[in-house]
């Protein structure tokens, strides 16, 4: 009946999102409460499809930050970093919901996508919807700051989007464009929701600055890990397929190092697959196989710690607690995560 | 040589854009050069997409509203109609780009349609960053009272947008749930854009309502005129083809009216054609024939007219002058029009 654990194991438990999370759970049922009702309309399917995607557990990173980032900067005088960490938060759902339709994908967290459900025009149109909830909840709030740095969040990550669609199929992409797509895509958000704790707050440039590079680099190192665990990942934990980024010719880093570390056969290989879009049964164990060669995920990661680090850095100027220890933690748990 | 031009038209000129059109000339330019310049992106995917459709030539009514409206209320501090104006047609553009995916739509404005030529995907993200922009320009502009409307005016559109989809291919829909439709997709961006020109020279309450009615109404007016258009215009001057609403199974007023006032047999003949979706050779041109014995594009225009009315009515506490002179003539217009 022994169960082996190793010490390693034992001496350092795994970093988890737990620590951020305990801080900000009396804020949270608020968060959800007002999610939920901001997805109502009186339009039937409006929240019928909108509840499929925002119940179905995902991890609430980026309105946790901004509840989070608010709290550190000792934000108490009112409630204003609910609206605006809800916002966030339906930015982010009307992007799963296009980027769905847009990637053809069949899985989201372990469930069937509303494209598949309701047809990928409902999912265009719902998107839309959320993404004038999210304006009409920024607005309401009324901070021209926050709003500013919202707005630009959304022209940036649909930038960021399209960067993808232009670079999908395309094997000549750098190490610098992927990251320029990640950048907009995912770590402009990260970026945005925790520099509106500071906003919120009332805190100066200083704190503002700093919260935005530890979004930012949060986001990057996030990413990284997301890209990665496309290929190494398992089905049960992340909840959608292995392989997805591969069968959609998405170029992610893992691909980008493979590809210029290989040989020409090699290089022959991922053009075949990726670029003509020829996959065939084993390709995608044959691909893993070649990122194994050349430490494509092992390297993929490295740099996710590499930008976790900055962003770890970023925090200096905030005194010592509990917050600046959970943020902190956090980013460990992003580096780290296996799903 | 002799051409008869029968006196009824030699007295009457027809009504036209070109009063309203006159009298906000020298914004134009400045409105189109904004309309351009934040259509740039350095992903070059944006900027072609976005030129496509906003240089194809639209009739840009919905700004021009947001202008005229302003100049009317006495607006001469500064120039902040005018990213008002370009936000809305921002909004506007965005709406056309997803409509065309959502309708599988293969002409518009007389041009092939941009997800015809760069795909459904692309044309959803580049929706996205037009209303990020647009969102950004109202941000900039700083009126939190136009941020609110349009904030609004977002919201309720997609709501539109997803009714109508709802309604697709449902011959129980009343004329009231198809008003409710129109009135969502299309007045509200009429009323938003209207309203802006009295909260920009900062009028009061009572300007502010009298605009919104103007502008609803005159939407709700343009839109049935749009449905009735779709069965009795001509290709060349609609830039679309005629019936592209009946192959889609889209349910507008003309329709809402056959089928009511329809024995069964024509009953039978709509619900095979636009609820089952079987369309056969010579149906389009039946379609058009039980409209025309129940006098259904006939009334469907008597209800524009009705709409018209109330727009008209609606400007009365606006002294008379050359502006008012030409948004009532706007009236006169979208009921007459044939594009």
Chains 1, 2 share one sequence.
């Not at 839309?128 to 901070?143: C, R, S, T």
């Amino acid at each position: 009946m022994g169960v082996v654990v190793s010490l390693d194991k034992a001496r350092e438990p795994k970093p988890g999102l737990k620590p951020l999370l305990d801080l900000v759970d009396k804020d949270m049922k608020r968060l959800n409460d007002l999610i939920l009702s901001k997805a109502e309309s009186h339009v039937d399917m409006i929240p019928k499809l909108a509840r499929h995607l925002i119940s179905s557990g995902g991890k609430r990173l980026r309105p946790v930050l901004t509840i989070a980032c608010a709290q550190m900067c000792g934000y108490d005088s009112g409630d204003k970093h609910i609206p605006l960490a809800a916002a966030v938060e339906f930015m982010h759902t009307a992007t799963l919901l296009h980027d769905d339709v847009v990637d053809e994908s069949d899985m989201r967290r372990g469930k069937t996508t509303a494209r598949i459900l309701w047809g990928n025009e409902a999912s265009v149109l719902v998107g839309d919807y959320l993404l004038g909830q999210a304006f009409k909840m920024q607005v309401e709030v009324g901070i021209m700051d926050a709003l500013s740095i919202l707005a630009n969040a959304a022209a940036i990550i649909a930038e960021g989007e399209v960067m993808q669609l232009a670079a999908a199929n395309n094997m000549e992409t750098t190490e610098d464009e992927y990251l320029a797509i990640i950048h907009s895509k995912t770590a402009a958000l990260f970026a945005a929701a925790a520099e509106l704790g500071a906003v919120v707050a009332g805190k100066t440039e200083r704190e503002r600055a700093a919260l935005r590079s530890y979004g930012n680099n949060l986001g990057l190192a996030f990413q990284l890990v997301d890209d990665a665990l496309d290929y190494s990942g398992s089905k049960e934990l992340l909840g959608k397929n292995v392989g997805d980024d591969f069968r959609e010719g998405k170029i992610t880093l893992p691909i980008v190092l493979s590809y210029r570390r290989g040989n020409r056969d090699e290089r022959r290989f991922w053009k075949r697959t990726l670029q003509d879009g020829d996959v065939r049964d084993g390709d995608l164990e044959k691909a893993a196989e070649l990122m194994k060669k050349h430490d494509a995920l092992e390297d993929t990661i490295k740099r996710a710690r590499h930008y976790g680090d900055i962003a770890r850095d970023a925090m200096a100027l905030f005194p010592d607690g509990k917050h600046k220890a959970a943020l902190i933690e956090t980013i460990n748990f992003c580096v780290a995560r296996k799903h």
